[in-house]
């Protein structure tokens, strides 16, 4: 089965700067997009950062400027840099894919999430 795995999270004062990454492994015949969805303690779970297949990004209005995401496609890995994190942007951050798997449709593969946490 495709399993997706995420590292990276911590915990880190607010203006500090941390790196998450994800890894997709298993059977893998196509990736059409990752991304990063957070969500913080009694909270619904929100799209952080998007990337396509084609290279187009996506970013909550509140990141950006300040995160960026990017991938290396060799490795089937996609990154999430934060910039200036403040403490809303502590949260349990999320990595998905959506792929394509040997004799399957394109579907969602979640990650079992990384805890961030922001300090004032």
């Known amino acids: 089965q495709v399993q997706l795995v995420e590292s990276g999270g911590g915990w880190v004062q607010a203006g500090g700067s941390l790196s998450l990454s994800c890894t997709a492994s298993?059977?893998?015949?196509?990736?059409?997009?990752m991304a990063w969805y957070r969500q913080g303690t009694g909270k619904q779970r929100e799209l952080v950062a998007l990337l396509t297949s084609d290279g187009s990004t996506n970013y909550e209005d509140s990141v950006k400027g300040r995160f960026t995401i990017s991938r290396d496609s060799a490795k089937n890995t996609v990154y999430l840099q934060m910039n200036s994190l403040k403490p809303e942007d502590t949260a349990v951050y999320y990595c998905k894919a959506n792929l394509k798997s040997y004799g399957r449709a394109y579907r969602d593969y979640w990650g079992q999430g990384t805890q961030v946490t922001v300090s004032s």
């Open positions: 298993g059977i893998i015949f196509s990736i059409n997009s």
